[in-house]
C-alpha cells in the first residue's frame, strides 16, 4: 500500500511548524484583539462544548481515517476505536474548561493565555504517545523523527485546534442569545 512508504522527517515537521506558527498569529492575535475579558467569561459551556465536538471529529478520523492505517493501527488496539473519539472528546472537553479557568487566573489577555495553554496541553498526550506507547519506534514513518520536532509542531498545531474550537464557541454563544431573545419577544403576553 502507498500509505505503508510514507516516511516523515524531523526537517518536515520544523517546516511545518514555521507553517503552523503563521497560521497561529493570523488567528491569534484577531481573536485576542476583539474578545474582550468580559465576552470571555460567557464562553465557559460553549467552549466545552466545542472542544469536545472538536476533538471527538479529530479523534474519529484518526481512528477511521487515514492516519489510522499510517501510525494510529500501531498504538491502539481495533476495538478501541470507538471508543477513543468519544472518550478523548470528553477528555478535551474537560481540558477546554480548566484552560478557560486558567486563564481568567492569569495576568494580561485571557483570550492570550487561553490559547497559550491550549497549544501546551499537547505536551501530556504527545510525551505519552512517545515515551508511554513507543509511537516514534513503533510507527514506522515517523521513526528517525526527533521528539523535539514533534512536540514543538504540537504545541502550534494544538493552538490552532484552539483558536478554531474559540471560534466556534463564539458561533455557539451567539446562536444561544439569539435564539433566547427571540424567544423573548415571541413570548406571549399574558394579562391578569
Not at 90 to 103: D, E, K, P, R
Not at 120 to 132: K, Q, R, T, V
Request: charged content about 10%; glycine content about 8%.
Amino acid at each position: 500500500m502507498l500509505l505503508a512508504q510514507v516516511q516523515v522527517t524531523s526537517e518536515l515537521f520544523w517546516a511545518a511548524t514555521l507553517v503552523a506558527a503563521l497560521v497561529d498569529v493570523g488567528l491569534v492575535v484577531p481573536l485576542a484583539w476583539h474578545i474582550k475579558p468580559n465576552r470571555f467569561r460567557q464562553l465557559k459551556w460553549p467552549l466545552a462544548l466545542a472542544a469536545t465536538l472538536v476533538f471527538g471529529l479529530l479523534w474519529t478520523w484518526a481512528m477511521w481515517g487515514a492516519a489510522w492505517e499510517l501510525a494510529m493501527r500501531y498504538l491502539f488496539p481495533t476495538w478501541a476505536r470507538g471508543a477513543v473519539p468519544p472518550t478523548y472528546g470528553l477528555l478535551y472537553g474537560a481540558v477546554g474548561l480548566g484552560i478557560w479557568w486558567l486563564a481568567l487566573r492569569l495576568a494580561g489577555n485571557p483570550v492570550l493565555s487561553f490559547l497559550l495553554l491550549g497549544g501546551l496541553s499537547s505536551l501530556p498526550g504527545h510525551l505519552w504517545a512517545f515515551y508511554g506507547r513507543g509511537m516514534l519506534e513503533k510507527v514506522p514513518m515517523l521513526r528517525g523523527v526527533s521528539v523535539a520536532a514533534m512536540l514543538v509542531f504540537g504545541i502550534f498545531e494544538f493552538i490552532i485546534y484552539w483558536s478554531l474550537i474559540l471560534i466556534i464557541a463564539i458561533l455557539f454563544r451567539r446562536g444561544w442569545e439569539r435564539w433566547t431573545h427571540t424567544a423573548k419577544t415571541q413570548a406571549p403576553v399574558t394579562t391578569c
